[in-house]
């Protein structure tokens, strides 16, 4: 059993900066295929970014290329989404989400586990 808990939501104005963290239980963590998911009110829930082990392989959604970055730290067994230039339209329940296979590409059914989430809020 894999859990997942993120933190580092907040509210914040347009153009500025948020640092989520996920911290995840599991003694192979490294091999995992971590991912950021979002969904705002009324939406579905929508890629944000996801890497492999080792950071190998990184993927991004278009509305984020070039703001946010995804990165992890395997000794600490923690992911993180480091989120500038914040958008209101980038308001939403940030999700970590986790596949333990380790598989590439990225695709939402195969994550089998997640967080509950931490809101981000950005104003204008």
């Known amino acids: 059993q894999v859990q997942l808990v993120e933190s580092g939501g907040g509210l914040v104005q347009a153009g500025g900066s948020l640092r989520l963290s996920c911290a995840a239980s599991?003694?192979?963590?490294?091999?995992?295929?971590m991912g950021w998911f979002r969904q705002a009110p009324g939406k579905e829930r929508e890629f944000v970014a996801a890497n492999t082990w080792g950071g190998g392989n990184t993927n991004y959604a278009d509305s984020v290329k070039g703001r946010f970055t995804i990165s992890r730290d395997d000794a600490k067994n923690t992911v993180y989404l480091q989120m500038n230039s914040l958008k209101p339209e980038d308001t939403a329940v940030y999700y970590c989400a986790a596949d333990p296979l380790g598989r590439w590409p990225i695709k939402i059914r195969a994550m089998d586990y997640w967080g509950k989430g931490t809101l981000v809020t950005v104003f204008s």
């Open positions: 599991g003694r192979t963590f490294s091999s995992y295929t």
